[in-house]
């Protein structure tokens, strides 16, 4: 099991079976194993404590000191999440601590260990990186593809130049979520730059700001430069491309563009425009109207 803490909360996000608390700052790079997890335990604190039904009654039944004594101990012997069965009636001195961040599970099933070694388990197996930068355009998660020195970097830099947002250069980490949702983000080594051909590594923090950068972000489709487009006189194939590609299992619509295009940027941003008017059921090429000429 190579998730980390960090990673699992990042994960559960979007996962219809948890939801978070309180997210501390605190959180340890080490990755996870099944020894790690366990019910309440003040004695033997461990990295992740379930507290259910029974162990929701014993916090209930301390004081406030003595559930403030509880968190210290917890932490100072490396504790570092707490799971709520029940996240309705958290004692208060967890909710206004910042040092064990806090997750409830949102399902009628009843929490126990299995159940959360399943969702780590499904959670590690699930996660891939790959070569490519990523972009998001008009609230498309965009993954840009394409051989080495094809101009991936460049299109990235001219789109936030754009004024729209980045995510990663270079290489993108996948996730699965929620069996159906592939979400992208960026290695922690490689946030902040780019590398652009001639140029080098840019620190898009300093040139653009933070704001010009999302943590992570839903994907929508690929497009992949190519210096081997074979252009077609099929208008619907044109302009509605069926070209696909599969990440951990999901297909998603890869539209293909010449890489030594001048316009790389204006397509793209239609791309992203067709996408999101495909969400609302509408397609271009469906709505073609033949022009007869006597």
Not at 40 to 49: D, E, Q, S, T, V
Not at 238 to 267: A, M, W, Y
Not at 284 to 292: L, Q, S, V
Request: net charge negative.
């Amino acid at each position: 099991m190579a998730t980390t803490i960090k990673q699992l909360l990042d994960q559960l996000e979007y996962s219809n079976n948890f939801q978070i608390i309180f997210r501390s700052n605190k959180l340890p790079d080490s990755p996870l194993d099944s020894s790690q997890i366990h019910y309440l335990n003040p004695i033997h604190p461990l990295a992740i404590h379930l507290i259910g039904r029974h162990e929701h009654e014993y916090l209930h039944s301390l004081s406030s000191e003595q559930q403030i004594n509880l968190i210290h101990h917890l932490e100072s012997n490396s504790a570092k999440l707490l799971v709520f069965e029940d996240g309705s009636n958290i004692p208060n001195p967890f909710l206004e601590q910042c040092d064990l961040s806090i997750i409830t599970f949102s399902t009628n099933e009843k929490l126990t260990i299995s159940s959360m070694l399943s969702e780590l388990d499904e959670l590690s197996l699930r996660e891939v990186g790959l070569p490519g930068s990523f972009v998001v355009v008009f609230n498309q998660g965009i993954f840009i593809t394409g051989k080495s020195g094809s101009g991936k970097s460049e299109l990235l830099l001219s789109l936030v130049d754009k004024g729209h947002l980045w995510i990663a250069d270079d290489l993108t980490l996948f996730r699965l979520c929620n069996h159906t949702k592939i979400v992208a983000s960026a290695s922690e080594n490689l946030s902040s730059f780019i590398h652009v051909k001639n140029i080098g590594p840019i620190n898009m923090d300093y040139n653009y700001g933070l704001g010009s950068r999302l943590k992570q972000h839903r994907l929508a489709a690929c497009v992949h430069l190519s210096n081997n487009i074979i252009h077609t006189t099929n208008e619907t194939n044109r302009l509605n491309p069926q070209k696909t590609t599969r990440i951990l299992g999901q297909t998603f619509p890869e539209l293909n563009v010449d890489s030594d295009s001048n316009h790389l940027t204006l397509l793209v941003e239609n791309y992203a425009r067709q996408l999101n008017l495909e969400n609302w059921n509408y397609s271009a090429a469906n709505n073609i109207k033949t022009i007869e000429i006597s």
